[in-house]
């Protein structure tokens, strides 16, 4: 029966649609002539719930059947009625049992002599409370497919226990009304379907059976169809990674395995019949998975299972409307993840780019060598948070890699141990400790793994580096608005614009740097903008000041780069010297579609006017690599000479190797441009960004160059976290099982498809993103390509005979490209194609231009035999020639990475190990300049 003025389902339906077109609870109420609390309430309904229907109210169950019987009044009944003095408590207790557990559900044990029975009253009563939330369950579950044309399935509600009493983990507690009078505006997370479907399906019916999704004969081995050569269990791994690529929902998914089936392209049993196998398959790692919960109303950790009181603030607590409410995150363990990386690429550990007496990777840093321990791994860790794409949500990971890898094996093998999902930032104490706790045990215990010689080691893991922008630096280390948090410089607050802003300039007397002993004395007195302990001090042997290093890809690629360009095209600035006008503007954005990089820079260049869409890597293309020369003509020359300064010092910081008076160097150039932004740009633009630069060379002192701690290593593996997001419900759980299921797909990958076709591992690759120059981690060398047939030009024997002894008969094999030690080289027809030149390389003899590249046969003894792959890889290249001279405004510093120069028609033949590095030519009024190419990506 309706209940009093209810409001039809249609006009609740209209006010959800005027919600959704935009329109505000005030509009809505004064079109329709609804209250406005009316309106709010069926909106937060329906965002709660997604459905506009009647539900159930909590502790009155729905009847069975909705047009109840007419009631057969007997004489007894009138008999037994007594005087209400005598009978009437007795008489609505009988009412309210009757409307609790209605006669449907009563036991035939349950009769009027029971109940009068003196039997003990609270044994009694706690039987019937059992019985009347096992009754909610079973008619609301028949309501809800009653009213399916208005609503979606809603999670099982039941009643509360009067007492307060939480027998099971399936009572609900309205948590987030009582902890948050705006808990209706929270979305909810049906994770607790997943968690707790499956234990109510068995408690419904123990008897059943799953269906099997295979054959029971399904074996991996078994062959698609007779004569092929692909097994079932490579379809599988296919499936699988095509549904992960291309984010397929389950009923997309279903529709696929429908689609496979209905062809009949495979034999029975080769074909997966339900989702059920595809999505416990993938990945091992998804079942290890732990959720961590905090309390909604103080947000303090709780773990894993929670009591019935949050120990804080003494809020009721309930694991499934935790869930329900998003009240979690989601940890992978470390030991489970650093097993399977260990056992995997256990062979380049130590296996570093290192040079004698200079800085280069991670392990050359000073703090890192005063600290080493033997059989011990370190790792650099990274806690920043990044929103999500049209979404008011945002994801907070905490990314891992091992620092005892090479660079280029280190951005292949991000840990992911920590996601946290929802709206602004996640309490830090909460959210740091599972992270501090299983590193602690590490630290300590250590754990065992197997090589793959298949020796036991035993190793322990250490947290040595923390990588954040400035603001979630502040937060990890619990710092407020003082100041530097390497120094103890404060700041100051000057005008700009409308307002205030705080600088940075350099002070007369250099401010002493923090230490992680004065730091700790700090949280006592809560000095020096610290505003109490940080989670991450109780991390073992992690100094969260030198530890926390400043990161060039906020500070300068995306701070003080796009400041800078900023101001010269400001039109507000038009009358300062250093402006730009729109013909500079035009004229730089025809030069930047001009330009052809090489593949290590990543983004092709774009306008300068689009400079609001660029990514931090085109940012750092545009201020290492083009700036130099485009803008020589269009800055004055005093202003061109400051910019210089910061150019320079970062090619040094990001230089394959530096030794220590490059070092000087660099940290005295970047204190000296920092020093001249008053004077030249104004005070109110030396900004916090400005700052952090004077102290990248101490950081590149302790921890190694720039490149060996920097966040460009985590961006695959963080873009890798946003393509596995689909939508806000149950995020982190569903981008945490897609991206194991990634990663257990690339390791299966090699093992299932060992035997396969090129064509399949190509595809194989081409889903998983797994590029083709990777392929060149087994050998030194490899083409890509089948190549050609051709012979050797006059001119080529001629520079041939000077690098390679005999003459050489026949035809050799030409090939467009080559892959030397993770670095692409291309001749200039094929960088015409692709709009990226990878011919321009220095060697120990100077600057060249790759012509072409061929293979040489070489003489060995398997010469008879079938398939010999001895070769040699010859470059022919034109030579480039330094310039006469490099101007006045380049000093010695700046021509060791910019040089002009001259082409030339000398023909060199060049092997692959005369290769020194890879180069990026530009040109600029029939000036062609060589930039040396810093370290960028993992190449």
Same mark, same amino acid.
């Given at each position: 029966m309706p209940r009093r003025n209810e409001i039809p389902v249609g006009i609740r339906l209209r006010i959800v649609e005027m919600h959704q077109a935009g329109k505000g609870y005030k509009s809505i109420s004064k079109s329709l002539d609804i209250h406005l609390s009316t309106v709010r309430q069926i909106i937060h309904k329906w965002k709660r719930f997604k459905t506009v229907a009647t539900l159930p109210r909590s502790g009155r169950p729905v009847k069975n059947n909705p047009i109840p019987a007419p009631r057969k009044l007997s004489k007894d009944n009138d008999e037994q009625a007594g005087p209400a003095d005598d009978n009437g408590v007795q008489n609505i207790k009988k009412k309210?049992?009757?409307?609790?557990?209605?006669?449907? =559900?009563?036991?035939?044990?349950?009769?009027?002599?029971? /109940?009068?029975?003196?039997?003990?009253?609270?044994?009694?009563?706690? %039987?019937w409370l059992k019985l009347a939330q096992h009754h909610m369950k079973k008619t609301c579950n028949s309501w809800i497919s009653a009213s399916q044309v208005y609503c979606r399935?809603?999670?099982?509600?039941?009643?509360?226990?009067?007492?307060?009493?939480?027998?099971d983990y399936n009572i609900v507690y309205e948590v987030g009304e009582e902890a948050d009078s705006s808990s209706t505006d929270v979305e909810e997370d049906f994770m607790a379907n997943h968690f707790f479907q499956e234990q109510i399906d068995d408690a419904e019916d123990p008897g059943h059976e799953r269906a099997q999704p295979f054959d029971p004969d399904f074996n991996q081995e078994k062959k698609i169809y007779s004569g092929s050569t692909v097994t079932a269990g490579a379809l599988l791994l296919l499936l699988l990674t095509f549904i992960l690529k291309h984010k397929l929902s389950n009923a997309a998914a279903k529709d696929l395995l429908d689609l496979l089936d209905l062809l009949n392209l495979v034999v029975p049993g080769c074909l997966p019949k339900s989702l059920q196998f595809l999505k416990n398959h993938p990945s091992q790692h998804c079942a290890e998975a732990e959720t961590h919960l905090y309390c909604p109303k103080c947000a303090s950790y709780i773990g894993v299972e929670p009591g019935n009181r949050c120990e804080v603030c003494q809020q009721r607590l309930s694991k499934r409307c935790l869930l329900e409410k998003a009240h979690y995150f989601m940890v992978m363990p470390l030991e489970i993840q650093l097993r399977n990386i260990l056992t995997r690429v256990h062979s380049k550990l130590g296996k570093h780019f290192v040079r004698d007496g200079c800085l280069s990777d991670v392990v050359t840093g000073k703090e890192y060598k005063g600290d080493r321990q033997a059989g011990s791994i370190t790792l650099t860790f990274k806690c920043d948070g990044f929103p999500l794409l049209d979404s008011k949500f945002s994801i907070w990971p905490i990314l891992c890699t091992i620092n005892e890898l090479p660079y280029a094996e280190r951005g292949r093998n991000v840990l992911l141990h920590t996601l946290w999902f929802g709206r602004g930032r996640p309490h830090v104490q909460s959210f740091f400790t599972p992270f501090v706790y299983e590193l602690h045990k590490l630290s300590s215990e250590g754990f065992r793994w197997t090589d793959g010689t298949g020796s036991e080691r035993r190793t322990t893991v250490a947290a040595k580096v923390c990588l954040c922008d400035p603001a979630s630096r502040s937060l990890v280390q619990n710092l407020q608005s003082f100041g530097c948090s390497f120094c103890y410089h404060k700041g100051e607050l000057v005008p700009k614009?409308?307002?205030?802003?705080?600088?940075?300039?350099?002070?007369?007397? $250099?401010?002493? %740097? $923090?230490?992680?002993?004065?730091?700790?004395?700090?949280?006592?007195?809560?000095?020096?903008?610290v505003k109490g302990p940080s989670p991450l001090v109780l991390l073992p042997s992690f100094d969260i000041v030198k530890g926390s290093v400043p990161d060039y890809m906020h500070c300068f690629c995306l701070g003080v780069v796009p400041d800078f360009v900023d101001l010269w095209f400001d039109s507000d600035l038009a009358h300062k010297p250093f402006h730009l006008t729109p013909q500079h503007l035009t004229d730089l954005d025809k030069a930047l579609c001009a330009i052809q990089p090489p593949s290590e820079v990543g983004p092709g260049p774009r306008r300068v006017s689009d400079r609001k869409l660029w990514t931090a890597s085109e940012w750092r293309a545009f201020a290492l690599l083009y700036s130099p020369v485009l803008l020589e003509d269009a800055l004055p020359i005093l202003y061109h000479i400051h910019w210089m300064l910061l150019v320079s010092a970062l090619h040094i910081l990001l230089s394959p190797f530096a030794t220590q008076e490059q070092l000087s160097y660099a940290e005295s150039s970047l204190l000296q441009f920092v020093a001249q932004v008053p004077s030249l740009y104004g005070l109110e633009n030396c900004s916090f960004n400005c700052h952090l630069l004077t102290h990248l060379a101490e950081s590149a002192r302790d921890w190694g160059l720039l490149w060996a701690n920097s966040a460009f290593a985590f961006e695959g593996a963080s873009s890798r976290l946003l393509q596995m997001y689909s939508a806000s419900k149950s995020a982190s759980s569903q981008i945490f099982s897609r991206v194991f299921s990634y990663e257990d797909a690339l390791r299966r990958g090699s093992l299932v498809l060992q035997g396969a076709s090129a064509e399949m591992k190509d595809l194989f690759r081409s889903m998983t993103s797994c590029d083709v120059v990777m392929r060149s981690s087994v050998d030194s060398e490899q083409?890509?390509?089948?190549?050609?047939? $051709?012979?050797?030009?006059?001119? /080529? =024997?001629?520079?041939?005979?000077?690098?390679?002894?005999?003459?050489?008969?026949g035809s050799v094999t030409q090939h467009k490209c080559l892959?030397?030690?993770?670095? %692409?080289?291309?001749?200039?027809?094929?960088?015409?194609?692709?709009? $990226?030149?990878?011919? =321009?390389?220095?060697?120990?003899?100077?600057?060249?231009?790759?012509?072409?590249? =061929?293979?040489l046969k070489d003489v060995c003894s398997c010469e008879e035999k079938l398939g010999c792959s001895c070769k040699t890889f010859v470059l022919f290249c034109k030579k480039l020639f330094p310039w006469r001279s490099h101007g006045a405004q380049l000093d010695a510093n700046i021509a060791e990475f910019l040089v002009r120069v001259r082409r030339s028609d000398e023909l060199c033949a060049v092997t692959c190990g005369d290769v020194v590095a890879k180069c990026f030519a530009i040109e600029r009024e029939r000036r062609v300049y060589v930039v040396k190419m810093p370290v960028f990506e993992m190449h």
């Open positions: 309210i049992k009757s409307r609790i557990i209605p006669d449907v =559900v009563k036991p035939e044990s349950f009769s009027s002599d029971a /109940e009068s029975s003196n039997k003990d009253p609270s044994v009694s009563e706690t %039987l399935p809603v999670p099982t509600v039941q009643a509360e226990d009067p007492d307060n009493e939480m027998d614009g409308q307002g205030f802003t705080r600088v940075y300039p350099v002070p007369t007397d $250099r401010c002493d %740097l $923090r230490h992680v002993a004065e730091t700790a004395k700090s949280f006592q007195h809560r000095q020096t903008g083409t890509l390509g089948s190549g050609s047939q $051709r012979f050797l030009t006059a001119a /080529e =024997v001629a520079a041939l005979q000077k690098v390679h002894r005999g003459q050489h008969q892959v030397h030690n993770n670095m %692409l080289i291309s001749t200039p027809g094929h960088s015409a194609t692709t709009k $990226r030149n990878d011919s =321009v390389i220095e060697t120990s003899s100077g600057f060249a231009v790759v012509q072409s590249i =061929v293979a």
